[in-house]
T-cell receptor, first 120, second 113 residues
Framework: EAQVTQNPRYLITVTGKKLTVTCSQN?????MSWYRQDPGLGLRQIYY???????DKGDVPEGYKVSRKEKRNFPLILESPSPNQTSLYFC???????????????????FGPGTRLTVL | AQSVTQPDIHITVSEGASLELRCNYS??????LFWYVQSPGQGLQLLLK??????LVQGIKGFEAEFKRSQSSFNLRKPSVHWSDAAEYFC???????????FGTGTQLKVEL
C-alpha cells in the first residue's frame, strides 16, 4: 500500500529540547516536503526536497532543519523548539513537484497523517 | 504577492443541497490549481487539479471545479452534498518558480442532516 508515515503522531515537549519528526514514503518518490498547518493560516510549506541531498526553503523555514540522505526519508528537525512552533505538521511526497510542467497529469501529492506538536 | 484566497471560513449546507466553495488566486500567470479535502484527524487528499485545457475539471467523490481566468477563480462545486462531505477544503496553486504549493486558508464545510 502506497503511504507516507510520520512519527510521532503526537508530541509534547519543552522549549529548547531538540526533536526530530520522521517522515518515510514507500513510493520511490523524488519530491518530498514539510508543511505546518495553523488555524486561519492554512498550510504553509517549511522545506522541500527535489531529490537526495537536494533541499530548499519553503515559506516558513526559520527554526527548522531537514535532511535527505535517502530517497525514502525526509526528517524534520527542530534544534531548539519554541512555543510558536506548536502546530500540526504534515509530510508529503510525489514523484515530481506538484505542478511541474511535463509531470504526469495523474501524479498526486500524498500526505502523511500529521504530527501534532506542542511546545511548552 | 502571489496568494490564494478562500473567502469563506465556514459554510453550512443541508444534505442533498448543492455546494460551491470559492477560491481566488493572485498570480502574474495562470498557475496550476488544486483542491484538497481534509477529513477530521486525517491528512489531505487531492480532489482535482487544473493544468490547462478544458476549464471544467472533474474530480473524485462527485466534485468538479471551474477555472475562470477573467475572475481569477477556481470554485469547487458538487450538485448534491452528502453528510460524509463534511470536512475542511483547501484550494492551492503552483507556479513554476519555487516548486511549491501555496495553500489558501481553508473552508470548513458542515453538512446538516
Amino acid at each position: 500500500e502506497a503511504q507516507v508515515t510520520q512519527n510521532p503522531r503526537y508530541l509534547i515537549t519543552v522549549t529548547g529540547k531538540k526533536l526530530t519528526v520522521t517522515c518515510s514514503q514507500n513510493m520511490n518518490h523524488e519530491y518530498m516536503s514539510w508543511y505546518r498547518q495553523d488555524p486561519g493560516l492554512g498550510l504553509r510549506q517549511i522545506y522541500y526536497s527535489m531529490n537526495v541531498e537536494v533541499t530548499d526553503k519553503g515559506d516558513v523555514p526559520e527554526g527548522y532543519k531537514v535532511s535527505r540522505k535517502e530517497k525514502r526519508n525526509f526528517p524534520l528537525i527542530l534544534e531548539s523548539p519554541s512555543p510558536n512552533q506548536t502546530s500540526l505538521y504534515f509530510c508529503a511526497s510525489s514523484s515530481s513537484p506538484p505542478g511541474l510542467a511535463g509531470g504526469s497529469l495523474t501524479d498526486t501529492q500524498y500526505f502523511g497523517p500529521g504530527t501534532r506538536l506542542t511546545v511548552l | 504577492a502571489q496568494s490564494v484566497t478562500q473567502p469563506d471560513i465556514h459554510i453550512t449546507v443541508s444534505e442533498g443541497a448543492s455546494l460551491e466553495l470559492r477560491c481566488n488566486y493572485s498570480y502574474g500567470a495562470t498557475p496550476y490549481l488544486f483542491w484538497y479535502v481534509q477529513s477530521p484527524g486525517q491528512g489531505l487528499q487531492l480532489l482535482l487539479k487544473y493544468f490547462s485545457g478544458d476549464t471544467l475539471v472533474q474530480g473524485i467523490k462527485g466534485f468538479e471545479a471551474e477555472f475562470k481566468r477573467s475572475q481569477s477563480s477556481f470554485n469547487l462545486r458538487k450538485p448534491s452534498v452528502h453528510w460524509s462531505d463534511a470536512a475542511e477544503y483547501f484550494c492551492a496553486a503552483f507556479t513554476g518558480g519555487g516548486n511549491k504549493l501555496t495553500f489558501g486558508t481553508g473552508t470548513q464545510l458542515k453538512v446538516e442532516l
